[in-house]
């Protein structure tokens, strides 16, 4: 099942996507579950699923703006230099434990919304990652069970400001720019996906492949990570892991491919979803030049 979040006529909503459209769950069940973290916290899902089983789609895709699958999470936790690969490429040496920091809720948007380089710096570099998306809550989660804490899987664009990123040994400035980051298109069920392992991902700039990677190439897997946060951390329900970019990113190429204003970026996941966003320069959102 997908379930995406969304906006229709400025309200805000979720439901569930199939051929056609999307059965507006929110417009059904909003007083008591206003939004899809409040889902996953009641553990309704399969109130969703009841729900769609039958119902004809309330709203054509076309319809909607699709919003960050979970819109204002209690936690986002990213995690870098995850793949060997990626490792190699930027020089560093494998880590011994993960490499996490965060995004704000502020700094993303959804599928089809566009991702704003800042006026302060024009190297917005692109990472393709996949999201993993907390079901459950739980603290010191063991490995061999952290997959049934586990909702389902997203895509995820960490769109990295990377002068700023370097400016400490924390990462906290380069990934927190307004509107860098994109989450999407939709939270896909862990029920569809099984291992997680078994994914592929591929990051597309204007149609050309950037990067190709196999989940099961991260150095730290799905279960190691929901495990290593959930030590310092309670992983609540709508809680977010972003689980690190493969290689292939744009500062290290030669020259350099940074995002430039009319580009477009997606991260395919095939059997999650295909993110896509365009890019655009925030003295033309500032100035109301902003694409729709």
């Known amino acids: 099942m997908r379930i995406a979040s969304f906006r229709h006529r400025g309200r805000p909503s979720y439901g569930v996507v199939r051929a056609g459209g999307i059965v507006d769950a929110g417009r059904k069940l909003g007083v008591e579950l206003p939004d899809l973290a409040s889902v996953l916290a009641a553990d309704a ?5 009841a729900l769609a089983a039958d119902a004809e789609p309330d709203l054509a895709l076309a319809e909607v703006e699709l919003l960050p699958v979970i819109t204002d999470p209690d936690k986002i936790l990213c995690v870098g230099i995850n793949y060997r690969p990626h490792v190699e490429e930027t ?18 948007v959804g599928h089809g919304q566009p991702l704003v380089r800042p006026s302060v710096s024009h190297k917005f570099d692109y990472e393709g990652e996949l999201a993993v998306i907390i079901g459950r809550r739980g603290r010191h989660i063991a490995t061999e069970g952290a997959l049934r804490h586990v909702a389902g899987y997203s895509c995820f664009n960490d769109g990295s400001v990377r002068d700023f990123q370097r400016h400490s040994s924390q990462f906290t400035a380069g990934k927190n720019f307004a509107r860098s980051g994109g989450f999407g298109p939709w939270l896909t ?7 997680p392992a078994r994914l592929t991902l591929e990051t597309r700039l204007n149609g050309a492949v950037m990067q190709s990677a196999d989940v099961a190439d991260l150095i730290f897997d799905v279960p190691a990570l929901i495990s290593y946060c959930s030590t310092f951390a309670e992983l609540l329900p709508g809680d977010v892991i972003v689980t690190g970019t493969p290689g292939g990113v744009g500062y290290v190429r030669k020259p350099p491919v940074y995002l430039q204003p009319g580009d477009v970026v997606e991260v395919d996941i095939p059997g999650v979803g295909v993110l896509r966003n365009g890019i655009v320069d925030e003295v033309d959102v500032l100035s109301g030049r902003e694409p729709d």
């Open 189 to 195: 069920t862990a029920d569809e996906i099984g291992d």
């Open 45 to 49: 899902i399969d109130e969703l699923h």
């Open 91 to 108: 020089g560093r040496d494998a880590p011994q434990s993960p490499v996490l920091f965060t995004r704000f809720p502020g700094s993303q």
